[in-house]
């Protein structure tokens, strides 16, 4: 993607790639900011998802005020946060969320997770009218049967109607983010011609973790060789449709994926800098308040927003010093694709060790440290 193209997110590449190698010394640097923040605004959820990590469903306790939120919104772009990517739960379920849009929309460029089900023209319209730039909407089946049977009646129609709606509304960035099991895993190629059918500019799959409610469906995960030929398989796709971005949320996409290798190369280090952005070029925020490296895997406590300037907590963290440092172990530490991919770091932390080799990648390194 070209830079004029995502000017509506008010970051470039450049705020990427400087962070991670010095341009002379051409070691290891820290980005002073967070880039993106994302947000888990709400435990409520109005869906059952049989894979939801955080299993939602009810409001937690302690979930932010609105007035709370916007003081965390604020904290958010003092630190020089560019874009904060909202989700949950399911974040149309707070009746602040459009006061909450509008407001960051001022500072920060604004994104939303969404199951999509109460997704209708008139939120969607909201949504936009508030300053939400980027929308991400889960398909989880190219079919109303698979999709249902993941996340509940008439869900697959509700999402699809979304889609849609969002976008004959000309939001600037609409996009597919899917979760793949045993469950779908056959549907693939169809779900990606379904989003490109659809119009939407983006098209992301993870696979399921054994963790929230799948704790119980570890027989429909993925095994490890399927991950590698997910992501084998999306980097070739993407080939026969240009028109789509065609990515997953695993770091291990740009092992696979030549292209978005190259378009991530400093090119004074020559070096590859993205991958993993698990407290590198951003962090989590949890319901409650707490700041993360990442929400879904690893999320131990950095800091409070409540009670901490993020700024102060992203320069002063061990943890994230630990992680913007790259000196990860095992086989990612001796790896080829140490800075294009470092492994998912919450995936290393589940299994006990943030800066752990990644017990979920297929990839055997060429080089032998």
Same mark, same amino acid.
């Given at each position: 993607?070209?830079?004029?193209?995502?000017?509506?997110?008010?970051?470039?590449?450049?705020?990427?790639?400087?962070?991670?190698?010095?341009?002379?010394?051409?070691?290891?640097?820290?980005?002073?900011?967070?880039?993106?923040?994302?947000?888990?605004?709400?435990?409520?959820?109005?869906?059952?998802?049989?894979?939801?990590?955080?299993?939602?469903?009810?409001?937690?306790?302690?979930?932010?005020?609105?007035?709370?939120?916007?003081?965390?919104?604020d904290n958010m772009a003092e630190a020089g946060t560019k874009h904060l990517l909202i989700a949950g739960g399911e974040p149309l379920v707070r009746k602040d969320i459009f006061a909450l849009a509008e407001y960051a929309s001022?500072? /920060?460029? $604004? &994104?939303?997770?969404?199951? *999509?089900?109460?997704?209708?023209?008139?939120? @969607?319209?909201? %949504?936009?009218?508030?300053?939400?730039?980027?929308?991400?909407?889960?398909?989880?089946?190219?079919?109303?049967?698979?999709?249902?049977?993941?996340?509940?009646?008439?869900?697959?129609?509700?999402?699809?109607?979304?889609?849609?709606?969002?976008?004959?509304?000309?939001?600037?960035?609409?996009?597919?983010?899917?979760?793949?099991?045993?469950?779908?895993?056959?549907?693939?190629?169809?779900?990606?011609?379904?989003?490109?059918? /659809?119009? $939407? &500019?983006?098209?992301?799959? *993870?696979?399921?973790?054994?963790?929230?409610? @799948?704790?119980? %469906?570890?027989?429909?995960?993925?095994?490890?060789?399927?991950?590698?030929?997910?992501?084998?398989?999306?980097?070739?796709?993407?080939?026969?449709?240009?028109?789509?971005?065609?990515?997953?949320?695993?770091?291990?996409?740009?092992?696979?994926?030549?292209?978005?290798?190259?378009?991530?190369?400093?090119?004074?280090?020559?070096?590859?800098?993205?991958?993993?952005?698990?407290?590198?070029?951003?962090?989590?925020?949890?319901?409650?308040?707490?700041?993360?490296?990442?929400?879904?895997?690893?999320?131990?406590?950095?800091?409070?927003?409540?009670?901490?300037?993020?700024?102060?907590?992203?320069?002063?963290?061990?943890?994230?010093?630990?992680?913007?440092?790259?000196?990860?172990?095992?086989?990612?530490?001796?790896?080829?694709?140490?800075?294009?991919?470092?492994?998912?770091?919450?995936?290393?932390?589940?299994?006990?060790?943030?800066?752990?080799?990644?017990?979920?990648?297929?990839?055997?390194?060429?080089?032998?440290?």
């Open positions: 993607m070209k830079e004029e193209e995502i000017t509506y997110l008010r970051f470039s590449p450049s705020d990427i790639l400087d962070f991670t190698w010095d341009k002379y010394q051409r070691k290891v640097s820290r980005l002073n900011h967070p880039v993106v923040i994302a947000w888990a605004l709400t435990h409520a959820c109005d869906l059952r998802c049989i894979h939801c990590v955080v299993e939602a469903g009810e409001p937690a306790e302690y979930e932010l005020s609105t007035e709370e939120a916007f003081m965390a919104i001022k500072r /920060l460029s $604004v &994104g939303i997770n969404t199951n *999509g089900f109460s997704l209708n023209r008139s939120v @969607a319209q909201r %949504l936009k009218d508030a300053g939400v730039n980027q929308i991400r909407i889960s398909l989880d089946g190219a079919k109303s049967k698979t999709h249902n049977s993941i996340r509940g009646k008439d869900s697959f129609e509700r999402a699809v109607e979304a889609i849609e709606t969002c976008v004959s509304l000309g939001f600037p960035d609409v996009g597919i983010e899917a979760t793949i099991s045993l469950l779908n895993y056959e549907e693939l190629p169809e779900m990606i011609k379904l989003a490109s059918d /659809l119009g $939407v &500019g983006v098209f992301e799959a *993870g696979d399921m973790a054994p963790v929230g409610r @799948a704790k119980k %469906l570890v027989h429909l995960c993925l095994s490890i060789e399927q991950r590698g030929e997910m992501l084998r398989f999306l980097a070739e796709i993407q080939e026969a449709i240009p028109t789509l971005i065609i990515t997953s949320e695993l770091p291990h996409i740009f092992i696979v994926n030549k292209k978005m290798q190259n378009t991530c190369i400093d090119p004074y280090s020559k070096k590859v800098s993205l991958g993993c952005g698990a407290g590198i070029v951003g962090a989590g925020l949890t319901v409650d308040g707490k700041i993360v490296p990442c929400p879904l895997g690893l999320v131990a406590e950095v800091g409070d927003i409540r009670r901490d300037r993020l700024k102060d907590v992203w320069v002063n963290s061990p943890l994230l010093k630990k992680l913007q440092s790259r000196k990860v172990g095992g086989k990612c530490g001796r790896c080829e694709y140490q800075y294009a991919c470092g492994g998912c770091r919450g995936a290393a932390a589940i299994a006990g060790d943030p800066m752990g080799e990644d017990p979920g990648c297929w990839y055997e390194p060429a080089l032998k440290k």
